[in-house]
């Protein structure tokens, strides 16, 4: 068996940490760079919002006399501005024509006749059928 000699155990190795791994000073410096640089970076942007919002504040003057004219509507189709409420409206218009009486042409005697009403004479009277052929 091996035993340790008396030199190896009056003087223990002495314990250091390792230097090469890592620059700690280095690092350091890095993180305060990228601070300030991120410091730099939003002042600078922030400048640019407030540059850009006070030349969007500043009246604007039409330099062409034909841009001083009534604006003029762009052609057919246009955008919608309130989808929602043309929807609404077409359903109202839809359901006055459903739910109420109005002639079709008069001249022919051809009137229309609320939905409902229509097909409670299509049940009373039953669809039209062929005639069979003598």
């Not at 410091?39 to 841009?67: K, N, Q």
């Not at 005697?109 to 049940?123: E, F, H, K, S, Y």
Request: glycine content about 6%.
């Amino acid at each position: 068996m091996h035993r340790p000699n008396a030199a190896h155990r009056a003087h223990p190795p002495a314990v250091h940490h390792e230097t090469s791994d890592v620059n700690i000073r280095a690092v350091f410096g890095f993180g305060f760079g990228l601070a300030i640089a991120a410091v730099v970076i939003g002042g600078a942007v922030w400048l640019l919002f407030h540059y850009f919002s006070a030349r969007e504040a500043r009246p604007t003057f039409t330099e062409y006399p034909l841009a001083a004219e009534a604006p003029r509507l762009p052609p057919e189709p246009r955008l919608q501005v309130n989808p929602r409420q043309d929807l609404l409206d077409l359903r109202a218009r839809e359901d006055q024509v459903l739910d109420s009486y109005s002639w079709v042409d008069k001249n022919e005697g051809v009137v229309r006749i609320p939905i409902d009403r229509a097909m409670q004479l299509t049940v009373e009277r039953g669809l039209p059928t062929r005639r069979e052929r003598p």
